[in-house]
């Protein structure tokens, strides 16, 4: 943040203002070695809602979404400037524990990343990690109930100890979903969640990210438009490193300010 | 070639036919051309694989065959008492054994009052480590002294030959290794049913012997033995160890390339060179006692330590990075990560090329000449401290002497050197097998 500051300050355009937001980000930077892949980012993330990430690739989506749960920390060449708080916690401070962040910020990855393990195995491995159960029946109970939240109950509830990685691609990364819910977390990151999936495994998790949306804070990155109009409450528009737009997703599809929005939402992008 | 031709330019398209026969014909040529060679390759190559084997199996089968004579051995007390008349150790230890052979062996044939050759000559036909074998049995049971017992004795390495067809009987007398007698005393032997070719179980339990026929692997088995087990436990943890923190905690940066070349050169250099390094740091620097298969496990754990790591690390840089990002986004710790994930995915491959540096490590020699394990060791040796020998040590060994029964012996040996490296082998399949898992 101190030496290269390539542009004037962002001047995003915030449409609404976030009272009370869980995530607040403030001149978030990030550099890959030399290299800046985000400018000055300043967002406020409200609780209890999804907010949708969009832009054209390589425009650093990803990258602010993994500043989140500091997964970042695991790149040894790239570096995080600024200040993120989740409920008022600056979650870059040194005294912090990583892995008791992650397990408050769950992630599901764009390809589903099931171990190769038992359906069991896969949810209860954060929770035991954790310390989160005492015994036996508090882990099939955790496993159950993350495996309802996320709509797979049904489906492989007598196929607990099967692989998980037989699944169909869909049910894996529900079953992913489900992972990322058993440690607990307020805060649940999704990378492009369906990008490899058919249209109706899609309609499934979209309709479960509506579900959880009540419980939880939800930030997903998409490619596709009209699955941030499909789900996304809010909806920030990033180009090139720089946060340019953010706002209800309504005002943002409908009535983009910005040029390089206007540009991209009426696919004048190449 | 030809076919995309004739489909990416469309101007030549009209011109050409698509399915132009003389280009398809080409096309097939090459490509049974192709096979034709690889198969040939493969040819060559089994070809000498039977070679190898077939000379090296009809040259050692033999030497799991031993010719031993039934012989009722008379345990004369008087040859066991000393001057007071009581047994005593050093009175068994010192038994004169080979007249109680050639005594039961002039019975067996019913020889009276030999003279002094014919006395040779018999015992000419005994092994010398018939003095082992009849103590063995006496030691197991003391009760036996005085009585009558029947042993089955080792025949002299000639008779043996002669057995084995190794001796030509056509030789005209004064060339071969046995007079007429003593071919006649063989034949009677064979006839009576007292000499017989019996499964060879001294080849894996004697100890070193100027004798072929009481030389074994026996000392060379526990050697390598001790050498194996000191490498799995010093290469394999320092190995893996070193694998998973260059492939996950290392920085990356002008000490770690420099590590890395240096791991890549020392799997490259002279096995030979870690003997001399053994010699100065472990022998003269150290103090070990030389002959040992401790410093021989040492040596061959320095030589083995860059073949587990480039394995193990090939094996971890497989497991998907998914998988790592999966348990650290539940929030495992990066050991966590490790240990619960990548490592068992990896275990598979670590398996295998730890198996594949024993396998390298069982069958070298050259580093074990610098350390002085070529010694000629009697008896077992209880700790790795103790001199001992290693197989292909052992091979090289009896590839030196020019006796015919040693020659059996280096190619007996060399057949259970590569039985012990194929079960070895057939191991890494099957663990590798056991603990694949799909993802
Ligand atoms: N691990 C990395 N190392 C170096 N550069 C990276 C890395 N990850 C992403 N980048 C760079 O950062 C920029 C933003 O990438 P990313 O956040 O993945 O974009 P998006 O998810 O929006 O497509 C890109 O220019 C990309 O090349
Ligand atoms: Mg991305």
């Not at chain 1, 599809?253 to 206007?262: A, M, S």
């Not at chain 2, 101007?11 to 490509?31: G, H, I, K, T, V």
């Amino acid at each position: 943040m101190d030496q290269q500051v390539a542009t004037p300050a962002s001047s995003a355009i915030i449409r609404s203002a976030v009272d009370d937001p869980k995530v607040t980000s403030k001149d978030v930077c990030v550099f890959y070695g030399e290299k800046q892949a985000l400018f000055d980012v300043n967002l406020d993330v409200p609780r209890n809602a999804v907010t949708a990430l969009i832009g054209p690739s390589g425009c650093g989506k990803s990258t602010y979404l993994r500043c989140i749960n500091r997964m970042n920390d695991t790149i040894p060449i790239a570096r995080v400037t600024g200040e993120i708080k989740i409920d008022g916690q600056d979650i870059y401070d040194p005294d912090l524990d990583v892995v008791e962040l992650r397990a408050r910020v769950g992630m599901v990855f764009q390809k589903p990343n099931p171990f190769p393990k038992s359906i069991f195995d896969n949810i209860a491995y954060g929770p035991r990690i954790h310390g989160l159960v005492r015994d036996k029946t508090d882990l099939d109970e955790l496993v159950s109930e993350s495996l309802e939240r996320a709509g797979l109950w049904n489906e492989v509830k007598d196929r607990l100890h099967e692989p998980g990685t037989g699944l169909s691609g869909g049910q894996q990364q529900r079953l992913c979903i489900a992972r990322a819910i058993a440690t607990k977390p307020d805060v649940i990151l999704m990378d492009e969640p369906c990008s490899a999936l058919d249209p109706i495994a899609t309609a499934k998790v979209e309709e479960l990210m509506l579900e959880l949306r009540q419980n939880y804070t939800i930030m997903i990155v998409t490619h596709s438009m009209a699955q941030a109009q499909r789900v996304a409450d809010k909806t920030a528009f990033f180009h090139i490193g720089y946060m340019v737009e953010y706002g209800d997703t309504k005002q943002i599809f409908e009535d983009p300010q910005d040029k390089r929005t206007q540009d991209y939402i009426f696919g004048r992008f190449g | 070639m030809a076919t995309q031709d004739t489909i990416s330019s469309p101007a030549a398209a009209s011109s050409r036919q698509l399915n132009d026969p003389a280009l398809l014909r080409r096309r097939y040529s090459a490509e049974r051309r192709f096979q034709a060679y690889g198969l040939a390759a493969i040819m060559v190559a089994l070809f000498f694989l039977v070679v190898l084997f077939t000379s090296i199996i009809s040259q050692g089968w033999t030497a799991f065959l031993q010719s031993s004579i039934r012989l009722d051995v008379t345990l004369d007390k008087s040859e066991f008492t000393d001057a007071d008349g009581n047994v005593s150790d050093k009175a068994i230890r010192l038994a004169n054994y080979a007249k109680l052979g050639r005594d039961a062996l002039q019975n067996a044939l019913g020889i009276e009052k030999p003279g002094r050759p014919e006395k040779r000559k018999l015992k000419e036909l005994l092994s010398r480590g018939i003095d082992t074998q009849i103590r063995d049995v006496i030691e197991a049971d003391r009760s036996r002294i005085g009585q009558t017992v029947p042993i089955w004795l080792l025949a002299s390495d000639n008779v043996d030959a002669l057995l084995k067809g190794s001796i030509d009987r056509d030789v005209p007398e004064a060339r071969r290794q046995l007079d007429n007698r003593q071919v006649a005393w063989v034949d009677k032997l064979v006839e009576e049913g007292r000499l017989e070719k019996k499964f060879n179980w001294g080849l894996f339990t004697f100890g070193a012997s100027s004798q072929p026929e009481t030389a074994g692997l026996g000392v060379a088995i526990i050697g390598s033995f001790f050498m194996m087990l000191i490498v799995a436990l010093v290469a394999v943890p320092i190995g893996v160890a070193a694998a998973a923190y260059l492939e996950e905690f290392a920085p990356k940066n002008t000490l770690t390339d420099i590590i890395e070349v240096n791991i890549n050169n020392l799997a490259a250099v002279p096995s030979i060179v870690f003997g001399l390094l053994g010699l100065a740091i472990f022998i003269n620097f150290m103090g070990l006692p030389r002959s040992a298969s401790l410093v021989g496990g040492l040596v061959l754990s320095l030589m083995t330590l860059p073949t587990v790591i480039i394995a193990t690390r090939a094996a971890i840089r497989a497991v998907p990075p998914s998988i790592r990002e999966a348990a650290l986004g539940v929030g495992a710790s990066r050991m966590q990560a490790l240990f619960h994930h990548v490592l068992p995915l990896a275990l598979p491959g670590i398996l295998t090329g730890t198996i594949i540096g024993l396998v390298q490590a069982l069958g070298e020699t050259a580093p074990l000449l610098m350390i002085g394990l070529v010694a000629f060791v009697v008896d077992y040796p209880v700790t790795p401290m103790d001199p001992a020998t290693a197989l292909p040590v052992q091979i090289y060994m009896w590839a030196s002497s020019a006796e015919r029964g040693f020659v059996e012996r280096t190619m007996g040996a060399t057949l259970v050197l590569l039985l012990f490296l194929f079960v070895m082998n057939a191991a890494a399949v099957y663990l590798r097998r056991r603990f694949e898992r799909k993802w």
